[in-house]
């Protein structure tokens, strides 16, 4: 070292304060010691306002049960690594963050308090939420292409035509099936500006296309343009709409048809979905991601969407505001 050069406990100092991660020190009684640049900006509270406070300023009541663990674990010279929880800052808020705890031995070596540095995860935690939708997302999605690709089969089957044309028949409804569900693929909010506008009438025949054989589904009214960041949510709430009918509504019989018909009034966008000489609807209560995720995508749009089940088929009627669907 050289000479009349900084001691290392000012350079541990100095580390410590220019450190991003909070890093706190607490006695034995859990009474903040020390508290860094870093910690103020995690938990909004100056150096002033902590020192000699209780750690469990930080600490929610509904967490405060953790405390007397860590305080535990430390007084058996424990180390806890990578606990993950959440603190409040002094707004009141609450932050997720990944917890690194270390005892603090005095000359003697025996145990005085602990060590805390505290790093803010609220970003990792939104994107393993947002991947877990995903995924959820693309389970719901294989599931329903597997099925709905097997109604296909099943109705090419029935078919009186020759094995070569049945063969197109299913050839084409499943090329029609696989575009429909490049409109249902949720598009990153990078990319949304990209996509370009497109009729809500094509997004709607795109939907339905693998059903549309025999002339049992009717598609008319008016064309209201879809754009970029409005047109995955509209596709993702069509195609709940058919595979619900594919499945349990008039399009999982052979006599079964389906009217949609578009118009707008007073700067809202209606579409009705009227499903006709189909099975009577079931009462049987279907609430799963599919409904959950139909919420978040109604939601999403500023929509409204209503529910009658009649004896002949399901009618809906969305309702989405011109603005929110052009955007």
Known sequence: MAENGPEPRDWLAAIIQGS????????????????ND?????????????????????????????????????????????????????????????????????????????????????????????????????????KNLFTLASAIVSIGARSPENVDDVLRTIQSRLTSLARAHELTMTVEPEEQSRVSETGLLAVIGTILDPYTSGGRIKIAGEDPQVG????????????????????????????????????????????SWIEKNGPEPSLVDREGFGSRLERGLVNALGAEIQRDWQPSGLSVLLSIPLANLRS
């Open 38 to 142: 870093g910690a103020s900006r995690l938990f909004g509270y100056s150096a002033d306002e902590v020192l000699g406070k209780p750690i469990t300023i930080l600490i929610p009541e509904d967490r405060l049960d953790e405390e007397p663990v860590i305080l535990s674990r430390i007084q058996r010279g424990e180390r806890v690594d990578h606990f993950e929880t959440r603190r409040r800052r002094k707004d009141a808020t609450l932050v997720d963050i990944s917890l690194v705890i270390s005892p603090i031995r005095n000359a003697k070596g025996d145990i005085v308090g602990a060590s805390k540095i505290a790093r803010d995860i609220t970003e990792r935690r939104l994107a393993q939420e947002r991947q877990e939708l995903l995924m959820g997302e693309m389970r719901h999605r294989v």
């Open 228 to 271: 970029g960041k409005a047109i995955s949510n509209i596709a993702l709430i069509l195609h709940e709409l058919a595979t619900n009918a594919a499945k349990y509504g008039s399009l999982s019989v052979p006599e079964g048809c389906l009217d949609v018909r578009v118009w707008s009034e007073d700067d809202v966008a209606h579409l």
């Open 20 to 35: 991003d991660d909070a890093i706190i020190s607490k006695d034995l009684n859990g009474i903040i010691q020390t508290w």
